[in-house]
């Protein structure tokens, strides 16, 4: 697990690029040459008083060389198939480029929308052109604020993130402030579901890392358009290591280590299983959904810090068919030993268990799947925001669950060995 973590920090910090929208950067003929327009950012408007704001070093020599952005409104899926010439002429809007700063105002549409910047000179369609040297510039795209002014640096996809995260983190102010003493509580009188509770506490505190990381990020982001990327970077490493903990737990879990069917002696205390089927199947598992964590930041490296998306890229496709597969597994294993017990007590505590253990893993599938009803600007908010609740949701269903007196400890009273990681009085006392 240290290896994997160290794994996840080097990547998520040296792989990750913040696409900030106060882009600066370098005009290059070259590159415009070889792409037939170099691409820049994208951003996607509101709906009214957009602004383009771009800003030059070097104005003479982007003159000179007859420099321009080029905008397009992303509604044309062929440009890419177009030649040259075609394709700088397609452009909705052309800002030549000889001033040190040439702003552009976006037309209101009814519907958010998104353009396309590119960058284009005279040398752009010449096969055999001398390269220039490169201008430097500082390119802002603004949508409206609530009063109409052209001065906010969110597009249309993150209106409202920043506001989550503020309520995210005032919501677990309070959750920390009213249930932080019978947790220490618990955590210090050990018990059958010590190593359980320190599990799911150092998940939800890393999930707290994350949302205060992305605030940090958005709260900056919305003044300069830039943010800390460092923060960002930092929000899904905390995300990723969440993710990679409670699955270890929850595999772990329905793998053997507490739903076991088998019965051990009262000498021995329950404790975690080391049978090689188990220890693989939660290993293999939860290193299977590392590499795709991995594998889907850099796929995604163009999008802003979130934590999570869209899963339009094969990465996020395999990770939410591993989710649905190891739900699948789950219900398969809770449910040979839900139909085979007769204790109603047992059930509903397997039941509870189920429930906490499903909302997790299916949640972001579930949402994925509800988002292709909304508009392009609302389906990413709306997994991030989803799935960001239900697993918080999760973690409370088994906060409740592992500390209830009213059903866990009336169940373990009746038996010491059958129930998840229940322990020997005496080698609990021996022990703690």
Not at 83 to 99: D, E, G, K, V
Not at 201 to 206: D, E, I, K, P
Not at 210 to 219: D, E, K, R, T
Not at 357 to 368: T, Y
């Amino acid at each position: 697990m240290s290896r994997l973590f160290a794994t996840l920090v080097a990547a998520v910090l040296l792989g990750s690029e913040a696409s900030g929208k106060t882009v600066t950067g370098l005009f290059r003929s070259e590159a415009a040459r070889q792409e037939n327009g170099q691409f820049i950012t994208k951003f996607m408007f509101q709906g009214g008083n957009g602004l383009v704001v771009c800003r030059l070093e070097n104005p003479l020599l982007a003159a000179q060389r007859e420099s321009r952005l080029l905008l397009y409104q992303d509604l044309d899926s062929d440009l890419d198939n177009l030649s040259c010439s075609q394709r700088l002429s397609r452009a909705h809007f052309t800002i030549p480029l000889s001033q040190e700063e040439h702003n552009q105002t976006i037309p209101p549409h009814s519907s958010p929308s998104l353009w396309r910047v590119l960058y284009a000179d005279r040398c752009t369609c010449q096969e055999n052109s001398v390269t220039h040297s490169d201008v430097r510039f500082t390119l802002l795209m603004l949508n409206a604020d609530s009063a109409g002014n052209p001065l906010e640096h969110f597009s249309a996809e993150e209106t409202g993130l920043h506001s989550f995260y503020f309520l995210l983190l005032l919501a677990y102010f309070l959750a920390c402030c009213i249930y932080i003493q019978p947790l220490c509580q618990a955590l210090r009188k050990g018990g059958p579901m010590h190593t359980v509770l320190k599990v799911l506490s150092t998940a939800l505190a890393l999930q707290g890392c994350s949302a205060l990381c992305n605030y940090i990020h958005l709260a900056r982001y919305s003044r300069d358009g830039t943010g800390f990327p460092l923060m960002g970077s930092l929000a899904e490493l905390w995300d990723m290591v969440s993710q990679v903990s409670m699955l270890y737990m929850l595999l772990s879990l329905c793998m053997g280590w507490t739903l076991s069917r088998g019965r051990k002696p009262q000498s021995r205390p329950l404790q975690w299983e080391q049978s090689p089927a188990s220890t693989a199947v939660a290993v293999g598992g939860v290193i299977t959904q590392g590499v795709l964590l991995l594998w889907e930041q850099f796929s995604e490296s163009d999008s802003d810090h979130h934590s999570y998306h869209a899963q339009q890229s094969l990465a996020g496709l395999l990770l939410l068919a591993l989710r649905v597969g190891l739900a699948l597994l789950l219900a398969s294993i809770l449910y040979q030993i839900i139909s085979t017990e007769r204790s109603t007590l047992k059930r509903d505590f397997y039941f509870s268990f189920t429930k906490g253990c499903f909302l997790w893993f299916l949640c972001h599938p579930v949402l994925v799947l509800m988002s292709v009803i909304f508009n392009d600007h609302q389906k990413e908010k709306v997994v991030t925001i989803g799935v960001i609740l239900c697993q918080s949701i999760s973690m409370v269903v088994l906060y409740q669950l592992f500390l209830s007196r009213s059903l866990y400890w009336e169940v373990s009273s009746l038996s010491s060995v059958s129930l998840p990681l229940t322990m020997s009085r005496t080698n609990h006392r021996g022990r703690y």
